[in-house]
């Protein structure tokens, strides 16, 4: 069964804790994106990685961190230094840089 | 900046009916304009995706057209299930130091009543 999987679905995190949301992909895709949702808002670029061991910054990436050490997996860490985390966020792939992105079920992010 | 809107907002509309969403942008260099569907609590998925060359692409009951000219692309649902009920995302790619950029729009918010 291909596709993009996140866990976990809801996420609770107390503030000034790091967290670390997972996303593993079995299409063989080289690309791999994050992105932040938020009410009212477009999604917005965290991090994406053309293939692996290389990572680049997105719109947003301050507060965040992310490795790719195997190509299957993309995992991003919100640290405490992200002053407003609370938000869906989303993990995306894609064969190449140009092509569609396949985007997985997302994790909700919840700090109290 | 480049920019992505969307119009309505949000949209209600009964069950069989048609309807039509607006994508209005101003990315440059143009790649391809998409339009996902999210339905809530998901993640998007691919509906269509045009290129420069191409005026409309179809998927089922989703009929997507492109108008590079004028910058505006609309997507037309025929004969609206409940199942459609969902957030359409309008998702315009530039070419940017060799990395496709997208910039999203804020989305549609449908809902189909019975």
């Known amino acids: 069964d291909g596709g993009i999987t996140q866990s976990p679905k809801y996420l609770f995190r107390k503030e000034g804790q790091n967290v670390t949301l997972s996303c593993e992909q079995n299409?063989?895709?080289?690309?791999m994106y994050w992105y932040r949702q938020d009410p009212g808002q477009g999604l917005r670029l965290i991090y994406y990685s053309q293939i692996v061991n290389d990572f680049q910054k997105g719109d947003i990436a301050e507060g965040y961190s992310v490795s790719r050490e195997k190509k299957e997996s993309f995992p991003l860490t919100v640290t405490s230094a992200q002053k407003n985390p609370t938000a869906f966020y989303l993990c995306a792939s894609s064969i190449g840089k140009l092509d569609t992105q396949y985007f997985g079920p997302g994790t909700r992010l919840t700090v109290l | 900046k480049n920019q992505v809107e969307q119009s309505p907002q949000s949209l209600i509309i009964l069950e069989g009916k048609n309807c039509t969403l607006q994508c209005n942008y101003t990315v440059s260099p143009f790649s391809n304009l998409r339009w996902y569907k999210q339905d809530t609590g998901r993640g998007p998925v691919s509906l269509t995706i045009?290129?420069?060359?191409?005026n409309t692409k179809s998927n089922g009951r989703y009929t997507a057209t492109l108008d590079a000219d004028t910058k505006q692309s609309s997507l037309h649902i025929t004969a609206s299930q409940l199942s459609d009920s969902a957030s359409y995302i309008c998702?315009?790619?530039?070419?940017?130091?060799?990395?496709?950029?997208?910039?999203f729009g804020t989305g549609t918010k449908l809902q189909v009543i019975p």
């Open positions: 045009m290129t420069f060359s191409e």
């Open positions: 998702v315009v790619s530039e070419l940017a130091g060799g990395y496709q950029k997208v910039t």
């Open positions: 299409l063989n895709h080289d690309a």
